[in-house]
């Protein structure tokens, strides 16, 4: 883990999505947080070990799915798909599809394997999942407060995790996509044709020495997703977290921030591979670019 020294910074962004506004100042304490995304193999041990199951693995019921058909209720999760060529971008139905036996085991469905990706983020993670992992080894989940400012590297206000200019001299800073999504893909460092996660540390860490803060796989945070930052008030937040959901009618399946963009991020769709990006993700979702890693507050590990 890599030790974060506590301060104030400006949160969100102006710039690029709704959701990313207003710009606020806020101030969080001193906290360690993981170098890179959690593992494969991490997750392998944490799973050996303890027997557990993800939501994935499990069956799905008709209390939580009342609209599903019955014979829709099969363990399963999200895997995209690239089509064959240029699609409207309105409906992201065209690139994901419902893989029954996808799981982390088998991030794109039966058939796929781990084989030499131990070193990759473990992927097809609820959070149910992501939290259950951070309490079997004494850590916990970063708000999204936390997570934005390790994030930055110490760059307060700049666009990226590594300053204002996307790829400065040329370089691909991050494992995202490149190319017409969501059908041309031109692979980038440890990478073949085929988009998908990339060894932790392919990429050169922030200003923190953190890696895959910005693209790879989407991470969860323990803040439950608002439409936008709350106004600015006279005084800067601390330590702020959302922990309710927006809603007061009961909800099965509240949605969470998940920060960082991932591999399918893509400037001319979705643009997220930046600290302030967020997007809400419902508890029960699992994909196969989504991630999380975790931090420890108020203690050396």
């Not at 799915?65 to 999200?78: S, T």
């Not at 070193?119 to 970063?142: F, S």
Request: charged residues 20%.
């Amino acid at each position: 883990m890599v030790r974060i020294s506590g301060g104030s910074f400006a949160m969100g962004s102006e710039d690029f999505f709704p959701e990313e506004r207003p710009v606020h100042r806020v101030r969080v304490d001193s906290f360690w947080i993981d170098a890179h995304p959690v593992t494969n193999a991490a997750f392998r041990r944490f799973a050996k070990q303890t027997g557990y199951v993800t939501v994935a693995e499990r069956t799905p019921t008709a209390e939580d799915y009342p609209d599903a058909e019955p014979e829709d209720l099969i363990p399963g999760a999200l895997v995209f798909r690239p089509t064959s060529g240029p699609v409207p971008l309105d409906n992201w139905r065209r690139w994901w599809r419902y893989v029954p036996g996808a799981c982390w085991r088998h991030p794109r469905g039966p058939g796929s394997a781990l084989d030499g990706l131990d070193r990759h983020p473990v992927t097809q993670i609820a959070y149910e999942d992501a939290a259950a992992y951070a309490a079997w080894v004494g850590k916990q989940l970063p708000t999204e407060a936390e997570w934005e400012f390790a994030a930055r590297g110490g760059l307060d206000g700049a666009a990226y995790a590594w300053g204002d200019v996307f790829e400065p001299t040329g370089r691909r800073m991050a494992n995202i996509w490149v190319g017409a999504f969501p059908w041309q893909f031109h692979p980038g460092r440890g990478q073949t044709g085929t988009p998908g996660t990339t060894a932790v540390g392919t990429y050169a860490p922030n200003g923190y020495g953190l890696h895959d803060m910005t693209g790879n796989v989407w991470e969860w945070t323990v803040d439950h997703f608002r439409p936008q930052h709350p106004t600015p008030t006279c005084c800067t937040p601390h330590n702020p977290y959302v922990g309710t959901p927006e809603s007061t009618a009961p909800q099965r399946f509240p949605s969470h921030v998940v920060k960082g963009g991932s591999y399918l991020c893509a400037a001319c769709y979705c643009l997220r591979y930046r600290p302030a990006a967020r997007q809400g993700q419902t508890e029960d979702t699992a994909t196969c670019h989504l991630g999380f890693r975790c931090v420890v507050r108020d203690a050396i590990p």
